[in-house]
């Protein structure tokens, strides 16, 4: 019996989502997991219109049983940048919206180990992160107390996606006393469970 093929259609914020999806649609394809993310790079431009483009553009290439998600740094909201009442307005189906809580460096770290989640969520709590995210450039800095090379736009060098990983990742956003956690996370969880192992 053939397996059902689900595609996703994610509208996400910048570079490094796509680096990550890139590299998360390499391992379900290796691991024959008929599951594919289907990519629509914001290119950092969280606006209204451009949102509303992208949601176009993906509805037009949807087929019967495609979903679409949207995925974006709860930051930017915390900001002012965006209202979560406009972009529902906007977008008819809130449900699609997954968030990152606070943003794409908190969802990263997840998929390490114990050791090196927990000294990032030190690093955050002593920044105050949970009330008054960090900015780009503080973030960068400080990812590189984890991560040496780290740079926005991509995967660190020796970050991998695998089974591991994603079991952290999993894991990890399951755990209470952890402030930071990713909505896209059980999206991911489900689809592992529908289509693959975790």
């Known amino acids: 019996m053939t397996k059902t093929f689900q595609v996703f259609h994610v509208i996400f914020e910048g570079n490094s989502e796509e680096a990550y999806l ?6 379900l394809r290796d691991e ?11 290119k950092g431009i969280a606006e209204y219109k451009k949102i509303k483009r992208k949601h176009k553009e993906a509805k037009k290439n949807m087929r019967k049983g ?32 997954k968030y990152n809580h606070e943003n794409f460096e908190d969802f990263l770290i997840m998929h390490l180990s114990d050791k090196e989640v927990e000294r990032w969520h030190e690093i955050c709590i002593k920044e105050d992160h949970f009330k008054r995210p ?60 529908q289509f693959g192992e975790t």
């Not at 890139?22 to 391992?27: F, G, I, K, Q």
């Not at 990890?172 to 969880?189: G, M, P």
Request: net charge neutral.
């Open 66 to 97: 495609d979903e679409i998600v949207i995925w974006l740094d709860n930051d930017v909201f915390k900001r002012g940048k965006l209202s979560k009442e406009a972009l529902r307005k906007i977008l008819g189906d809130f449900d699609i919206v």
């Open 134 to 193: 960090m900015n780009r450039k503080k973030v960068a800095t400080l990812m590189r107390e984890i991560f040496p090379d780290y740079s926005k736009g991509s995967l660190p060098d020796g970050f991998q996606i695998n089974k591991v990983t994603l079991d952290r990742l999993i894991s990890n956003s399951q755990c209470s006393i952890l402030k930071f956690e990713s909505d896209i996370v059980s999206v991911i969880a489900e689809l592992y469970e």
């Open 32 to 42: 024959g997991i008929n599951i594919y993310f289907n990519l629509y790079n914001l």
């Open 22 to 27: 890139s590299e998360l649609n390499r391992h």
